[in-house]
């Protein structure tokens, strides 16, 4: 709606276009070391740059083929050529960017002309689909969007939800790291384009386009901002600054949404304008998209109003609304933030996206300030929830990163574990473009500092005071707490080296309040130039040697990385009387693979001695992780409790060794615990239920555990299915705790409209009768019937009393079958 106030018009007026004019030459404090300019020779991340090469982004371009085929078909509609049965699309065309903006920097990082070649043509394609005028997005161009699919009938008419802006967003940032690599323009000339257009309609008017008048609406996804700020930086060109302020200013200024959900005002951060926000809410990658561009517009702009906001909100977030894995976003339903101290484990949802969006919000945060605290929230996100995100072999991917599952529901967009794409595949690709630029947060300088941010084995070159300076690590970390740091200038020079000490090393593992150590304090840390200990001033979680370098200098630190337990602030009922464990910078978890059972059985009613837990190296077949063993009590299938070892694996790899169940969060209450999950429930109708056949990620105690989730997609709910046995009849016995009179039988289907998991064919009763099996005799009217979304209600021609029931099935060609739900009601 549009806001009423003269106030707010004056605000846009003042703030956005008398100072959008204003030459800048502001930056960051410190600039980081370009990570095409990073030699990584990391035993941990190296291998993950060559996964990234071989598997990722290969895998990556093959599964968003959609998305060119979706640019092909505007491209032909433009050339005259016609085109049939275009299936409309908000975002499908991003996930395709953002995959050739990691493909491109893996291009800077090597030289490899197939891939190039992929990159050329597919910049041809996207050229093809831009309108002469700039316009790009292809579901408008062939009249396949409309309101019904949430794009609005016509260009720009519901740039809440249309995604029109974010794609092309996408888009200029995968140009321009194109254009880094290979030296082509023409991909930077379509997002010139596409801006200049953009300009003109939301800013200036364009006659096509609402009537002529400026829209002057934000982004209902932030995007465009960052990618305009880049845009400027490449170009030099003073009109993409200008823009990215302008829409940074308007946002909560000319349009605010009126509902509910996806409709809330703060949904995508427009309840208020942005320098006046004072805490984290709505869609939680939306938000860490502004907040990084606001971190830009500021820095570059030089408008203090802009870092004020970030402090509040950067706050308010680590105080109140971070999960300990550095996963933003708790809530389902709208990706994003719930309320302070909402930070649930089973249910958490903590998008992929949003802790890509909390790294480089946290590392922009560093550059601004030159504090470390932001480097440890960055390395947390990095290194827990997003290396999670995607398995060791990398080819299957987290959207959701719970800190507790059972093995069995299907948290993860329809599975329990990885999945290998998703509808929505914003989370692989933004993987893809990630991961290759990690090097360049590694080292950061200014004329007379150089900064050591991230810790891994790694070379690169920096000139300090007019002199270049060789800088190598050689190190283990984060699985090992050594660093080693040659420096080598050309010539002695002065500058004063800053080694960062993390806030996992001191009194809590991430900054903020809402995690401390319950345990003793770690071992000190150790720091040494060229064998001699040395006690560094330590700043702003900096350590800072001052003084004149000389080839062959070298400098060691030392982290001790002990096992911490950690305990969470009271006000977060779901770690209430909880503990975690981390190790370095590392949160740990069980997984039940390693553990002869669930997980969730383990408890510690005394603070666990950890000073000596055991540190192994394990490895799979894709890759390898260290484990911690600890002592632990944990109730058994009586009821009584028993002392047993507890094996922990790093977060990151959890669900690489199939489908287990897992735990962050441990009670230190035995009441607390649970012997088996997945055990039906007491009030359920059934004492037991086996089945022919039950596919591992599934189980059969779904059908009686009372849920049958919200539609026969199976995505919200457990359920048992027969995958592994396409086309293979089945059945499922449900037998009763005494015998009982049916009064009906209703039975929930699972149906995946794309999937491998369908509708039997047929499907018919049977009940077992002083041990022997008899057909279930239909009421007159019924039928045994397959109808999605509902129970399947069948009643007995006459009262049946009996002990059993068991549910015959025929399966489709070439499909499994499934089941959410069985509800039995029996005679009074």
């Known amino acids: ?35 095409n300019k990073v030699e990584m020779t990391s035993d941990f991340w190296r291998p993950r740059l060559e996964t990234q090469r071989k598997t990722l982004v290969p895998f990556a371009f093959e599964k968003t083929q959609p998305g060119v085929e979706h640019l092909k078909a505007a491209r032909d509609f433009l050339a005259g050529k016609k085109v049939e049965d275009h299936r409309a699309h908000r975002f499908i065309d991003s996930d395709l960017y953002k995959v050739m903006e990691g493909a491109a920097y893996l291009l800077q990082l090597r030289r490899d002309p197939e891939l190039e070649n992929t990159l050329d043509d597919l910049a041809d394609v996207i050229a093809g689909a831009q309108h002469e005028n700039g316009y790009l997005y292809p579901s408008h161009t062939t009249g396949a969007g409309s309101s019904k699919n949430m794009m609005g009938n016509e260009p720009y008419t519901f740039i809440v939800h249309s995604h029109e802006l974010y794609n092309v967003g996408h888009l200029y940032e995968a140009a321009i790291a194109y254009y880094r690599a290979t030296g082509k323009k023409k991909l930077l000339n379509v997002a010139e384009k596409s801006a200049a257009h953009i300009n003109r309609v939301i800013f200036e008017g364009d006659p096509d386009y609402n009537g002529g008048k400026p829209i002057r609406q934000a982004p209902g996804h932030q995007e465009m901002e960052l990618a305009l700020v880049k845009l400027y930086r490449v170009t030099g060109k003073q009109l993409y600054l200008d823009m990215a302020r302008k829409f940074l200013e308007i946002r909560g200024v000319t349009y605010v ?110 550059l601004l300030h ?67 630029q990690v090097p360049g947060m590694t080292y950061a300088h200014d004329d007379n500092d150089l900064y050591i941010t991230f810790f891994a084995e790694s070379r690169t070159e920096v000139e300090l005071n007019g002199t270049w300076v060789k800088v190598e690590q050689r190190t283990a970390y984060p699985n090992d707490g050594e660093i080693s740091v040659a420096i080598n200038p050309k010539k002695p020079t002065s500058f004063r ?64 990385m002990p096992v911490r337990v950690t305990e969470c602030h009271p006000a977060v009922k779901a770690n209430d009387k909880r503990i975690a464990f981390t190790r370095g910078p590392f949160v740990l978890c069980a997984e039940g693979v390693d553990n002869d059972g669930a997980t969730q059985r383990f408890f510690f009613e005394e603070m666990p001695d950890t000073t000596n837990a055991k540190v192994k190296t394990t490895r799979i077949e894709s890759g390898s992780f260290l484990q911690a063993d600890v002592s632990a009590q944990a109730v058994t299938e009586s009821g009584d409790s028993e002392t047993t070892k507890l094996a922990l694996t790093p977060y990151y790899a959890w669900n690489n060794r199939g489908f287990a169940s897992m735990t962050v969060w441990f009670p230190t209450k035995a009441d607390m615990a649970v012997f088996d999950p997945l055990a039906l429930p007491e009030e359920s109708v059934f004492s037991e239920i086996t089945a022919s056949h039950t596919a591992d990620e599934d189980t059969i105690v779904a059908i009686g555990d009372g849920d049958a989730g919200k539609n026969s997609s199976g995505s919200k709910a457990s359920r048992w299915t027969s995958r592994g046995q396409p086309g293979k009849d089945q059945w499922v016995i449900g037998r009763f705790r005494e015998a009982k009179s049916i009064r009906s039988v209703g039975v929930y289907w699972m149906n995946r409209w794309q999937g491998d998991v369908k509708l039997p064919n047929d499907w018919s009763l049977e009940v077992e009768q002083d041990g022997t099996w008899k057909p279930f005799e239909l009421y007159t009217t019924d039928k045994y019937d397959t109808r999605t979304n509902q129970f399947n209600v069948v009643h007995p021609a006459a009262p049946t009393k009996c002990d059993a029931i068991r549910i015959n099935m025929t399966a489709r060609e070439d499909t499994a079958v499934g089941i959410l739900e069985v509800q039995v009601q029996f005679e009074e």
């Open 497 to 560: 080296l800053r080694l960062r000490i993390p806030t996992w090393t001191q009194e809590r593992f991430v900054p903020g309040e809402l995690y401390r150590y319950a345990d003793s304090s770690a071992a000190p840390i150790e720091l040494s130039v060229n064998g001699d200990r040395v006690k560094a001033t330590i700043e702003k979680g900096f350590a800072t040697i001052d003084r004149q370098w000389k080839p062959g200098d070298r400098v060691v630190l030392n982290l001790p």
């Open 257 to 366: 949404p009126e509902g509910d959900g996806v409709m809330s005002p703060t949904y995508a951060q427009q309840h208020a304008p942005v320098t006046e926000q004072k805490e984290a809410v709505g869609h939680a990658v939306r938000a860490t998209y502004l907040y990084s561009a606001m971190a830009d517009v500021g820095t570059l702009t030089g408008e203090p109003a802009y870092g004020k906001a970030l402090d509040r909100i950067w706050g308010n977030i680590t105080n109140t609304r971070m999960h300990i894995t550095g996963g933003l976003g708790a809530v389902h339903g709208i990706e994003g933030f719930g309320p302070q101290y909402e930070l649930p484990n089973a249910d958490a949802f903590n998008e992929t996206c949003a802790a890509v969006g909390n790294v480089l919000f946290n590392y922009r945060m560093f």
């Open 370 to 436: 030159k504090d470390a605290k932001y480097l440890d929230v960055a390395e947390v996100a990095l290194l827990n929830n997003v290396l999670a995100a995607v398995n060791l072999e990398g080819n299957r991917f987290f959207y959701v990163n719970p800190l507790d599952a059972d093995g069995k529901y299907p948290f993860n967009h329809g599975t329990a574990g990885r999945a290998p794409w998703f509808g929505t595949a914003c989370c692989p690709s933004n993987m893809a473009r990630l991961l290759p």
């Open 1 to 35: 709606m549009e806001k009423d106030s003269v106030l707010r018009l004056s605000l846009i007026a003042t703030l956005v276009f008398a100072s959008a004019s204003s030459a800048t030459a502001a930056d960051y404090p410190l600039k980081p070391v370009p990570f």
